[in-house]
């Protein structure tokens, strides 16, 4: 019989330890990625507010959408509020041209 040496439950290297490892990466995938919507989300609803405020009128769209619904909007603005700080305190770690060390103009980090 073969001897073949295993690595311990739980060691670097481990297959547990693997599988945890992509399931960590798929987690932060997925908080990225809907922090990025929201962000996204109340950048477009901040443009229109601006552009509907140069025109006279409110085009909040989160507002028109959820107006009825006051605790329901703010919960999105805090949402919205809170992807922001989480994509400026993660942005370095989940960002490829960041992590790097290379800008977006290929020139690197200053």
Same mark, same amino acid.
């Given at each position: 019989?073969?001897?073949?040496?295993?690595?311990?439950? #739980?060691?670097?290297? #481990?297959?547990?330890?693997? *599988?945890?490892k992509i399931a960590n990466m798929k987690m932060m995938d997925m908080k990225h990625t809907i922090a990025w919507i929201l962000v996204m989300v109340g950048g477009?609803?901040?443009?229109?507010?601006?552009?509907?405020?140069?025109?006279?009128?409110?085009?909040?769209?989160?507002?028109? *959408?959820? #107006?009825?619904?006051?605790?329901?909007?703010?919960?999105?603005?805090?949402?919205?509020?809170?992807?922001?700080?989480?994509? *400026?305190?993660?942005?370095?770690?989940?960002?490829?041209?960041?992590?790097?060390?290379?800008?977006?103009?290929?020139?690197?980090?200053?």
């Amino acid at each position: 019989m073969l001897n073949v040496a295993r690595a311990p439950r #739980g060691a670097l290297g #481990g297959r547990d330890y693997q *599988i945890k490892k992509i399931a960590n990466m798929k987690m932060m995938d997925m908080k990225h990625t809907i922090a990025w919507i929201l962000v996204m989300v109340g950048g477009l609803n901040w443009l229109l507010v601006g552009l509907g405020g140069f025109m006279g009128s409110d085009w909040n769209l989160v507002h028109a *959408i959820l #107006g009825g619904m006051p605790a329901l909007e703010w919960l999105v603005y805090v949402l919205v509020g809170l992807s922001a700080v989480y994509e *400026i305190v993660m942005h370095k770690k989940l960002c490829k041209n960041c992590a790097s060390g290379m800008s977006s103009s290929g020139m690197g980090a200053m």
